[in-house]
């Protein structure tokens, strides 16, 4: 099939240029107004030439010099991040609703530029479509790039005949998550930047000017108050013995690593992040929030609850909400309701059992659940916001405590001095 480059502007006058693969000149200017642009000019490309209209470069391919399972480690796709795929699926979504075949939307999604995700998985995409496999069953053979949760999303979607609006309620709901995660992350900014000047403001008083006010206190025929004897001692471990200081934090961080990472310290961890006092109540409602978004996403999109029960516990993270998914899952294949296991578990808040009770019993347990999701997203910005409000005065208050021992320490061995003196 031959290629056409061409040149269009966006509504907002920017001017983009690409390369499209039609059957000729007339649908190549069909495909470029349905992406929304204003052709300019649309020609045969020349030979070489690549999706951004520029020629491609003729230089040495240093890559091909590299060996094969290096070459395969460095082109392997990373996973996308939420607001990546939602632009990816909103992307493909706006192609199939303005009456794109499936595998024109997805060449033209070849020549889009969306931030992690290469051109190359939807290249792989229309070839498996083009060969007569489903987008889901497509999608399937790029875990990396698509999560179960996307692929049983598509597949319900493709079932129904409703691919274009799963694919909108898929990208609303990668876009949601996304602006959870940012508003925690925003959350936390201060309170780490505060925390790191403080230990560095720490390490270099006790490296460069603790060790002049020592040669001072050592000048003192007094004996030195216990602040100021473990002040000096502090100091050492920073100045004379720094590797055991070292060694003693790494050794620290990989038992601790290991201990996380053990099912019996993972669930004990997770058991603590949610008992913890303002984090812990943080916690909770992003895991409530999380687990009724997913499951009711799923489940609006006609996937069958025992699936979308499996791919929710595979997306939560904390293994108490997991087992507790693990057990409901179990109950309803027994024939009970699902309402009735949660509530088993001790675990969900009474307010999402009743909810999803009611569901039950007027038949939309997806919308019970999304008006949840709702709810809990909203009470999460509050709670973040709680949080940033007590962080700020704790953070005070310790830096302050810190300081004071810092100043008592250095100003006893004086007052001290000045007495005997007297």
């Known amino acids: 099939m031959p290629e056409f480059s061409y040149k269009a502007r966006k509504r907002s006058g920017e001017l983009v240029e690409g390369v499209l693969d039609v059957a000729d000149r007339g649908a190549a200017l069909m495909q470029i107004q349905r992406l929304g642009l204003f052709p300019i000019a649309v020609d045969t490309a020349r030979a070489g030439a690549v999706a951004d209209g520029k020629p491609a470069s003729k230089g040495v391919d240093l890559a091909s010099f590299l060996p094969p399972t290096l070459r395969a480690q460095l082109s392997q796709k990373r996973k996308p991040k939420l607001q990546e795929l939602a632009t990816f699926t909103t992307q493909l979504a706006n192609l199939l609703q303005s009456g794109m075949p499936l595998t024109v939307a997805l060449n033209s999604m070849t020549h889009l530029q969306t931030k992690g995700i290469p051109a190359e998985v939807s290249r792989e995409l229309k070839q498996e479509v083009t060969e007569g496999r489903s987008l889901s069953d497509a999608m399937a053979r790029q875990p990396r790039i698509f999560s179960d949760l996307y692929i049983n999303m598509v597949r319900a979607g493709e079932s129904a005949g409703s691919l274009v609006q799963v694919l909108r309620r898929m990208a609303n709901h990668f876009q949601q998550f996304a602006e959870v995660q940012a508003t925690f992350k925003s959350a936390m900014i201060y309170p780490v930047m505060v925390i790191c000047v403080g230990i560095v403001l720490v390490i270099f008083f006790m490296t460069m000017m603790m060790p002049k006010f020592i040669e001072i206190f050592n000048g003192f025929n007094i004996e030195l108050p216990l602040p100021t004897r473990m002040l000096i001692f502090i100091s050492m471990l920073f ?59 799923l ?124």
């Open 239 to 297: 100045t004379k013995y720094w590797w055991l200081l070292g060694l003693t934090v790494i050794a620290v961080i990989v038992l601790f690593k290991r201990f996380q990472s053990s099912a019996a310290g993972g669930r004990k961890m997770d058991e603590w992040k949610m008992q913890a006092p303002v984090f812990g109540n943080v916690v909770k409602i992003n895991l409530f929030g999380q687990f009724a978004r997913t499951l009711g996403t």
């Open 299 to 422: 489940l609006q999109n006609g996937v069958p609850v025992l699936t979308a029960l499996k791919i929710t516990e595979q997306v939560m993270s904390n293994s108490l909400i997991k087992e507790a998914i693990a057990k409901t899952r179990a109950e309803v294949t027994d024939g009970k309701t699902l309402a009735q296991p949660l509530a088993q578990s001790k675990l969900f808040p009474q307010l999402m059992v009743d909810l999803v009770r009611i569901g039950e019993e007027t038949g939309d347990v997806p919308g019970a659940l999304n008006n949840l999701a709702d709810t809990y997203e909203n009470e999460l910005k509050n709670a973040l916001r709680v949080m940033s409000d007590l962080i700020g005065p704790v953070l005070i208050i310790v830096m302050s405590i810190v300081v004071g021992f810092l100043l008592l320490s250095i100003f006893l061995p004086l007052f001290k001095l000045i007495s005997s003196i007297h």
